[in-house]
């Protein structure tokens, strides 16, 4: 299945002098403005593996790589992703699976998009009877409307705060569907972005116990 904050502001240092009608003067306040701690790479959560795969994709979108891709479409690093109830339940549930998206011997590879993306395609797509149009949800995340048919689970995780590995997608990636033609629609297409412009990230080993999952009827 394919779906597939930072704002920190530095207060300006300013000094204070003694008016001249007070007794004495003040030292002028020389402490320096701490700088704001350097954002560590979702890079940096893969093993040697991951790792190896995210530096050949960098160096293939180059200058643009997966940090620059996080910090523009990604700015909370909250990802989202959606999967057919019956497919929670078949997946996740009866398995009892530790990590969501297609496992190999490697890892667990699973196409995320912004959570605010996400969150919005549901909104639109809610019907007047508390339900959703697939075909609007399909068009607003630029996937196969077949992809949400029937009640829907939204999955929802901060890959910050899980320290969860993170990478551009290649067309390696198990779960791929390759294009076989320049005018093929709805294919895979490398640089971070699904065919209908949505961006996307591949995340290795998201974690189950660690997701939030909402319904959606």
Same mark, same amino acid.
Request: hydrophobic share 35%; glycine share 8%.
């Given at each position: *299945?394919?779906?597939?904050? !930072? ?10 002098? #003694?008016?001249?009608? *007070?007794? %004495? ?7 320096? =403005?701490?700088?704001?701690? @350097?954002?560590?790479?979702? $890079? ?16 293939? /979108?180059? &200058? ?10 990604? =700015?909370? !690093? ?22 969501? %998206? ?11 998009? &912004? ?20 075909? $609007?949800?399909?068009? /607003?995340? %630029? ?6 048919? #029937?009640?829907?689970? *939204? ?11 993170? !990478?551009?997608?290649?067309? @390696?990636? &198990? ?6 033609? =320049? ?7 490398? %640089?971070?972005?699904?065919? #209908?412009?949505? &961006?996307?990230? *591949? ?15």
């Amino acid at each position: *299945m394919n779906f597939i904050s !930072r704002a920190l502001v530095l207060g300006s240092l300013s000094t204070v002098v #003694g008016c001249a009608s *007070m007794k %004495g003067t003040k030292t002028p306040d020389t402490t320096e =403005p701490t700088p704001p701690p @350097a954002t560590a790479s979702l $890079v940096d959560n893969c093993d040697d593996t991951q790792k190896a795969v995210s530096k050949e994709a960098d160096a293939l /979108a180059s &200058p643009y790589g997966i940090d620059q891709h996080v910090d523009k479409n990604f =700015p909370d !690093r909250k990802v989202s992703w959606l999967m057919t109830d019956s497919a929670y339940q078949k997946f996740v549930v009866q398995t009892g699976a530790k990590n969501f %998206g297609r496992c190999n011997d490697v890892g667990c590879y699973l196409f995320a998009a &912004p959570s605010g993306t996400i969150q919005g395609a549901v909104e639109k797509a809610k019907t007047a009877d508390g339900k959703h149009d697939p075909a $609007v949800l399909g068009q /607003a995340l %630029g996937l196969p409307a077949k992809n949400f048919e #029937g009640p829907l689970r *939204m999955m929802t995780l901060d890959l910050a705060a899980q320290k969860v590995c993170t !990478r551009l997608p290649v067309d @390696a990636d &198990p779960g791929v569907w390759k294009c076989t033609t =320049p005018e093929e629609k709805d294919c895979f297409k490398f %640089g971070g972005y699904t065919s #209908g412009g949505v &961006p996307e990230v *591949m995340v290795i080993n998201a974690p189950v116990a660690d997701t939030q999952v909402a319904e959606i009827p």
